[in-house]
């Protein structure tokens, strides 16, 4: 082995598994020993390649070795026998910017641009655009106030008129009521047999879909023709596709397609590169793609940064486009650079008008603050004395704790006393919803296991819950693994109430939106009590406030996506908990993430 792999094996620089791998390849050169175990460590870091032109530019990560020059590198790179070029079939894949990938990771990208790319074409079945701006004229009647275009009316026209719709924007924008107008709109056009299917990549995701598709129906917001084609279910991406962690193949793919002519997600953040791949490789070719989310937002756990990376520089609509859209919708819709600077330009809509936040300040202003990185204005934002936003500088551990000890039962006593015998689950699992205490860490003075037990050793002082029984009535669950025969997957959430007998169960909201599901304690796949959560895990859910505590210093999960992430998933309040100097770093950290599709899909803007 490489004596300076062994090195960092020893320190904790790098994993067995990376080591290993760079040794199954052969690499006995520490040069390229480095390249091929830190190309395996990336894509647990959430890279989808080595970046090795900006790790030499800095002269790499590790003190006690530096990279040779660029040059050097991937001239010595290229000579050895397992690494290739693109479109070669090698373990390993160093392209023409420097960068070097996993085989498979490569192919993702390459399956995804190429995909994405056939998909933004104009559709041949598009309609008439004097149909087209009748029907946008009902269904997108009322503008909001004072905007000079109606970025839902064009993003419905997008969809119409593209294979693929990809709409970005931020909590209470109108995704979820754009797409059920484009539904509507697609159902009037294609007949009553148009097949739809709305997905997103985790069960909370999903779940939270369906209940917004139920209450848009419930409210008779939805036409009769949407009603007819709209599922009642919407699945994990996981569950459509098939994907099973038992199989090696899902069942959907290029062989076998969706049976869909329209696909809609839902939180298409948190969707890494491998599981993009996967569902455009099971779309059939006729059918269209929805994408919706926010580009701000936290990437996927696993790697990739797919919608950010989808979004890129976001240049506006090519100036033919543009003019086939204001004949569409009847608004300004402005033009962005011609030539194209990539083929997706024409598919990006950006919805910017948020109904939920108030433009002068409160929560909207702090997450616009913290989306551009101005810390001044973060640092306004929190001190504005806003009734919705609240800061506490809280350098000190203990006095956090303390202010945390003092708080919780009044942030939980409403949830814990509906937990009575014969209450309704899903009722208190909504009581909940009224406060999210978030972590940036899972671990450490200020992570979620910590905090989780702060929590409930004051709910237990103020007599809320028992202070010597692991389960109780009442107690929030979370699930940390996937059990395909349970149905129960990693971030759902359940509650601990007794049955007819008495006897304690944990009651988890039903896949399909039936009854909810009850589980014997021991029965449960890895868990534990949620009085607070990462925002990762939060993401997919909404609270009506969230107390989100930070860390007493910066660290590198900290990002702007995280920071924004957290703030946004509160309706109506939120307070941070942090030193003033961590809310600043981390609103001026953007998140980086090692990839090449944002390069594929748009070349000329990458080029400038």
């Not at 599981?275 to 793609?289: E, S």
């Not at 909207?364 to 806003?386: F, K, P, W, Y």
């Not at 910066?554 to 309706?571: K, S």
Request: glycine content about 8%; hydrophobic content about 45%.
């Amino acid at each position: 082995m490489s004596r300076l792999l062994q090195r960092w094996l020893d320190a904790g620089r790098v994993r067995d598994l990376d080591v290993h791998f760079a040794r199954t390849l052969g690499a006995d050169d520490d040069a390229v020993a480095a390249a091929f175990a830190l190309a395996s460590q990336a894509t647990g870091l959430g890279h989808v390649c080595l970046d090795l032109t900006a790790l030499a530019a800095r002269g790499g990560d590790a003190g006690d070795w530096r990279p040779p020059p660029l040059a050097e590198w991937t001239a010595r790179l290229r000579a050895h026998p397992h690494v290739g070029a693109p479109g070669e079939a090698r373990p390993l894949i160093l392209d023409h910017a420097g960068r070097l990938y996993l085989y498979r990771y490569w192919a993702y990208e390459r399956r995804i641009a190429e995909r994405l790319a056939a998909l933004a074409a104009p559709r041949t079945d598009a309609p008439e655009a004097a149909w087209l701006r009748r029907r946008l004229e009902e269904r997108f009647p009322d503008p909001p106030p004072g905007a000079t275009v109606d970025w839902q009316r064009v993003g419905a026209a997008v969809a119409l008129l593209r294979g693929l719709c990809v709409l970005s924007g931020g909590p209470g924008t109108g995704k979820t009521t754009t797409m059920a107008r484009v539904l509507a709109l697609l159902a009037e056009h294609r007949g009553p047999r148009l097949r739809v299917a709305l997905a997103a990549p985790t069960g909370k995701a999903a779940a939270r879909m369906q209940d917004s598709v139920r209450a848009l129906r419930a409210a008779g917001a939805l036409p009769a023709e949407v009603a007819a084609v709209l599922p009642e279910e919407a699945h994990t991406l996981h569950r459509l596709l098939g994907l099973h962690p038992l199989t090696r193949r899902p069942r959907h793919g290029p062989d076998h397609p969706l049976p869909h002519d329209v696909v809609v997600v839902d939180e298409s953040s948190m969707v890494d590169v491998a599981l993009m791949a996967r569902l455009l490789d099971a779309l059939p070719p006729h059918a269209r793609l929805l994408l919706l989310g926010d580009k701000d937002q936290l990437a996927s756990v696993e790697a990739g940064s797919v919608l950010a990376d989808l979004c890129g520089p976001a240049p506006g609509f090519t100036p033919g486009f543009a003019d086939t859209l204001r004949e569409a919708t009847g608004q300004p819709v402005p033009a962005g650079p011609s030539p194209a600077p990539g083929p997706l330009q024409d598919s990006i809509v950006l919805l910017r008008h948020s109904h939920r936040f108030r433009d002068d300040g409160g929560i909207g202003a702090l997450a616009r603050a913290v989306q551009s990185g101005d810390t001044a204005a973060v640092t306004a934002a929190l001190r504005a004395r806003d009734p919705a936003v609240r800061w506490r500088d809280t350098p000190d551990l203990r006095a956090r704790d303390e202010a945390l000890a003092r708080r919780a039962p009044a942030l939980f006593e409403p949830a814990l006393a509906r937990a009575r015998p014969g209450a309704d689950p899903l009722d208190v699992l909504r009581a909940y919803t009224a406060w999210g205490v978030l972590c940036a860490h899972r671990e450490g003075p200020a992570g979620a296991r910590r905090i989780n037990r702060v929590v409930e050793a004051a709910l237990a002082g103020a007599g809320l819950v028992p202070p010597d029984r692991a389960w109780y009535p009442g107690r929030p669950v979370m699930v940390l693994g996937n059990d395909y025969t349970l149905r129960l997957f990693n971030g759902d959430i359940g509650v601990v109430l007794p049955d007819d007998d008495g006897t304690l169960r944990v009651w988890f909201p039903a896949p399909d939106g039936g009854p909810p599901r009850a589980f014997a304690p021991a029965r449960l796949p890895a868990h534990e009590t949620v009085y607070a959560m990462t925002v990762h895990k939060s993401q997919g859910s909404e609270f009506a406030r969230v107390l989100l505590i930070l860390p007493e210093r910066p660290t590198r999960v900290l990002t702007r996506e995280l920071l924004y992430t957290g703030i946004t998933r509160a309706r109506e309040a939120v307070e941070v908990w942090g030193p003033a100097e961590v809310v600043a770093a981390a609103a001026a950290t953007p998140t980086r993430r090692s990839s090449g599709l944002r390069d594929a899909l748009w070349p000329q803007a990458a080029a400038q």
